[in-house]
């Protein structure tokens, strides 16, 4: 966990400054935050949209939430951060419970 964590301080580089990513930014950041003083080191992830332009916001939240690591195949995780990128609006999700509404349609949940 050093080792991961001395890594992303020398060598972590935020590419999504500003723009539509900067409301998610602060959010993600908490999160990842409060999920390494748990120990949690992976959790799953989900969207609603599988075009192109959900690869990058999977690629902002990675960078965002680095060292923790998240997986789009997320059946084994327990917690999943959903990200509605179409609404932008959180909404129930069939086998999951919600852990946190982060706002901007990004939502931490834990599997039932």
Known sequence: MLFRSALYNSYHANWFTGGEFAP????????????????VDSIGYKTDKTDEGSGIEF???QMTMAPVLLKREASAEQLVLFNW????????????????????GLALFRKN
Request: charge should be positive; glycine fraction near 10%; hydrophobic fraction near 40%.
């Open 24 to 39: 998610r930014q602060a959010p993600l950041e908490r999160l990842s935050a409060a999920l390494r003083a748990k120990g």
């Open 59 to 61: 690629l902002h939240a």
């Open 85 to 104: 990128q179409a609404t932008r609006t959180v909404a129930p999700v069939e086998g999951y419970s919600l852990v946190e509404d982060l706002g901007g």
